[in-house]
């Protein structure tokens, strides 16, 4: 699978509606660490950010980063993003992603509305690639994803597994990229 494809139709870089109330939201890691670890942007980084960090993290600096939107990160500085993987399809149909301050990456969701679904379940980018916890649901974060996900709900965990699944070279790819 070729980890760089652009081509999205119309929605360049407008942020969805979605996105901009999870950004509303605010997320809290809390003093014992079982909160989310998640800073969302209130707009997706320029597509020159977008390309200096994705340098920056690769080592490689002949990439662009036209395939990718970030919209949040945590407090390592990792990123979370909208990766452009589907051509022709709208950003809300396609995965998301993390890459991690340490050089951690994985599928977090197969669209945005098992985003929304995982953040639900009390998980955030960060935690589903990289920690193993439980869900702890959030109330608040559930009407969120009941308003604004047109899929039906899911647990963290099945959408985490169908996104892997659907996209399981992507870390490979990503390395592959790293110089």
Not at 26 to 40: A, L, N, S, W, Y
Not at 68 to 92: E, K, N, S, V, Y
Not at 101 to 122: I, K, P, R, T, Y
Request: hydrophobic fraction near 40%.
């Amino acid at each position: 699978m070729n980890v760089i494809v652009q081509e999205i139709p119309g929605d360049d870089r407008r942020f969805p509606p979605a996105l901009a109330a999870v950004a509303e939201a605010g997320f809290d890691v809390g003093d014992d660490g079982e909160g989310v670890d998640f800073e969302p942007f209130d707009a997706f980084e320029s597509a020159e950010e977008t390309t200096d960090w994705l340098r920056h993290w690769t080592g490689n600096h002949e990439l662009d980063g036209d395939a990718f939107r970030f919209f949040g990160m945590d407090g390592t500085g990792g990123r979370a993003a909208i990766w452009c993987a589907r051509p022709g399809r709208p950003l809300a149909e396609q995965p998301v992603v993390f890459l991690g301050s340490e050089g951690e990456c994985g599928v977090v969701a197969g669209d945005l509305s098992g985003f929304l679904w995982v953040l639900a379940d009390g998980l955030g980018p960060v935690e589903a690639v990289v920690f193993d916890h439980d869900a702890h649901p959030d109330p608040a974060l559930t009407a969120l994803a009941e308003r604004y996900a047109t899929t039906p709900r899911r647990t963290a965990e099945q959408i985490i597994e169908e996104a892997e699944a659907e996209f399981p070279t992507f870390c490979e790819d990503i390395d592959a990229l790293c110089r």
